[in-house]
């Protein structure tokens, strides 16, 4: 988080993730030399769809494979010989829904072929379509980037932060970031300034559907410029849509501020960790009555604040069909706990502000 915003423009320019990475080069040994995809036709189909908002583009997917069979073949420090899982990327590009802002494409979980390929991960997200309405110079950045995994190894951008139990659904606020750079050659990004990283990185082992909605707030752009000279003290400034400067030695915005100008709203009422201390909590309960598949009878509900960020450890009343009281507090997941089939529909629903 506090490296210099140089260091971190070398980042973005990786954040393509480029094409050649799927020309990697390994041995593989234990199967026949023939290593491509072969879907089987009754493959389960792993739905990717992104509803994409005027102004930006879709990257491309990598889409990466992995086989126990095809190992990867390498040298340890002292020379040994390692086995690792075989990889296999392919690329996709996303395709409109008729007329509609929906852009989609569908992937096989069984890669088939003599490797028994599995489908791995993910890696897809949104960017500038024209950075050059920002000045004839500026380059797009990152920012809006998504990696899935599917299984129970790292992707090649490292471990998931965050793991759901069913489908997949990401709905997150952006805002236009024109950093401009003045040590060495002059640079101007015009990137995606999101809720954490450069990549979300989830995990979703039992997923089918994934659907992600980037949500762009044009009119809402934060400007960054980096010291002109590299001295003790010098940090990126960032001039907020307010008008408000802070050169605090960030490399990046501040997402919560960016939040709380857009909306008003206290910052604690954006922030998952905070949002029970929030003035004017708006909590909700999806509508999705969730079964428990080991243990039949029972399902589960799914609390989520107004920005549809899932609240662990959230207190909760809920009175089921029959007139039953069922409080508790979700978990990590904001998930309920299982209640049996006949308290849905529900009656009421209460989010009482106990003490535990």
């Known amino acids: 988080m506090g490296k210099p915003l140089a260091a971190r423009q070398g980042k973005l320019r990786a954040l393509k993730w480029p094409i050649v990475l799927g020309a990697l080069v390994f041995s593989l040994g234990g199967c026949d030399p023939d290593y491509s995809l072969s879907p089987p036709a009754h493959?389960?189909?792993?739905?990717?769809?992104?509803?994409?908002?005027?102004?930006?583009?879709?990257?491309?997917?990598?889409?990466?494979?992995?086989?126990?069979?095809?190992?990867?073949?390498?040298?340890?420090?002292?020379?040994?010989?390692?086995?690792?899982?075989?990889?296999?990327?392919?690329?996709?590009?996303?395709?409109?829904?008729?007329?509609?802002?929906?852009?989609?494409?569908e992937l096989a979980k069984d890669g088939g072929g003599a490797c028994r390929w599995h489908?791995?991960?993910?890696?897809?997200?949104?960017?500038?379509?024209?950075?050059?309405?920002?000045?004839?110079?500026?380059?797009?950045?990152?920012?809006?980037?998504?990696?899935?995994?599917?299984?129970?190894?790292?992707?090649?951008?490292?471990?998931?932060?965050i793991e759901v139990q069913g489908d997949l659904i990401i709905k997150k606020d952006y805002y236009p970031w024109q950093s401009e750079s003045f040590l060495g050659d002059y640079e101007k990004y015009i990137s995606l300034a999101g809720e954490g990283h450069i990549f979300l990185m989830y995990k979703?082992?039992?997923?089918?559907?994934?659907?992600?909605?980037?949500?762009?707030?044009?009119?809402?752009?934060?400007?960054?410029?980096?010291?002109?000279?590299?001295?003790?003290?010098?940090?990126?400034?960032?001039?907020?849509?307010?008008?408000?400067?802070?050169?605090?030695?960030?490399?990046?915005?501040?997402?919560?501020?960016?939040?709380?100008?857009?909306?008003?709203?206290?910052?604690?009422?954006?922030?998952v960790k905070r949002y029970k201390n929030c003035p004017d909590r708006r909590p909700q309960l999806l509508p999705d009555w969730r079964p428990v598949a080991e243990q039949p009878g029972f399902g589960y509900y799914v609390v989520v604040d107004e920005w549809g960020n899932e609240l662990p450890f959230y207190n909760y009343r809920l009175v089921g069909n029959t007139g039953q009281v069922f409080e508790g507090r979700t978990d990590?997941?904001?998930?309920?706990?299982?209640?049996?089939?006949?308290?849905?529909?529900?009656?009421?629903?209460?989010?009482?502000?106990?003490?535990?």
């Open 43 to 105: 493959s389960e189909k792993i739905t990717v769809t992104v509803k994409l908002p005027e102004g930006l583009k879709n990257e491309t997917l990598w889409v990466m494979y992995r086989s126990a069979t095809c190992k990867r073949i390498g040298t340890g420090a002292s020379g040994q010989r390692t086995e690792r899982d075989g990889y296999h990327s392919v690329y996709k590009e996303l395709e409109r829904q008729g007329q509609s802002d929906l852009y989609q494409v």
């Open 119 to 161: 489908l791995a991960n993910v890696t897809f997200g949104v960017t500038y379509a024209e950075p050059t309405r920002f000045g004839e110079n500026a380059t797009a950045g990152g920012g809006g980037g998504v990696v899935v995994i599917f299984d129970h190894n790292n992707s090649p951008r490292g471990g998931a932060d």
């Open 204 to 271: 979703a082992l039992n997923a089918r559907r994934v659907y992600f909605e980037p949500v762009l707030h044009a009119d809402f752009v934060v400007r960054s410029k980096g010291p002109k000279e590299k001295k003790k003290g010098n940090h990126t400034t960032f001039t907020y849509p307010d008008g408000s400067v802070q050169a605090d030695g960030q490399s990046k915005p501040d997402f919560l501020k960016l939040q709380t100008i857009r909306t008003g709203r206290a910052r604690d009422c954006f922030s």
């Open 332 to 356: 990590f997941n904001g998930h309920t706990e299982p209640l049996p089939t006949g308290v849905d529909p529900l009656r009421e629903v209460e989010f009482p502000v106990a003490k535990w």
